[in-house]
């Protein structure tokens, strides 16, 4: 008989195997519909929704550096630790999604 999946288990998502995820690496995965954007940044995987909170544009592709990304649209850029905006035009946060490993596998999930 297979282990029962919890509700936990059920709400994440994989990315990929962590080895190929280099850093820098950036990418979109769905999370229960909503376009989540995962980066790795000196080691870390970070996850937030991939929508700039002034005018819903992607965030994906955007520059990272001092743990920030920038939108490019406008400029606004977002700290990839909180989601919290450090320039304008942003003022709102993005919502932040936790990510974890397992057995050489990255997964998001909300928060
Ligand atoms: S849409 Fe991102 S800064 Fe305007």
């Known amino acids: 008989m297979s282990e029962a999946i919890t509700a936990e288990q059920a709400d994440w998502v994989?990315?990929?195997p962590e080895a190929?995820?280099?850093?820098g690496h950036q990418c979109a995965v769905?999370?229960?519909?909503?376009?989540?954007?995962?980066?790795?940044?000196e080691g870390?995987?970070?996850?937030?929704?991939?929508?700039?909170?002034?005018?819903?544009y992607?965030?994906?592709?955007?520059?990272?550096?001092?743990?920030?990304?920038?939108?490019e649209?406008?400029?606004?850029?977002?700290?990839?630790s909180t989601g919290k905006p450090r320039t304008l035009p942003a003022?709102?946060?993005?919502?932040l999604y936790q990510t974890r490993t397992d057995q050489?596998?990255?997964y998001v999930a909300p928060l």
Do not use: M
Request: one cysteine or more.
């Open 14 to 16: 994989a990315v990929g």
């Open 20 to 23: 190929e995820l280099p850093e």
């Open 30 to 41: 769905n999370v229960q519909g909503v376009s989540v954007l995962v980066v790795r940044y």
């Open 44 to 56: 870390q995987f970070y996850a937030l929704r991939n929508n700039c909170t002034h005018k819903d």
């Open 58 to 71: 992607p965030l994906l592709g955007g520059e990272v550096s001092q743990g920030r990304i920038t939108c």
């Open 73 to 80: 649209k406008h400029g606004a850029k977002f700290e990839l």
């Open 91 to 95: 003022v709102k946060p993005v919502r």
């Open 104 to 106: 050489g596998i990255v």
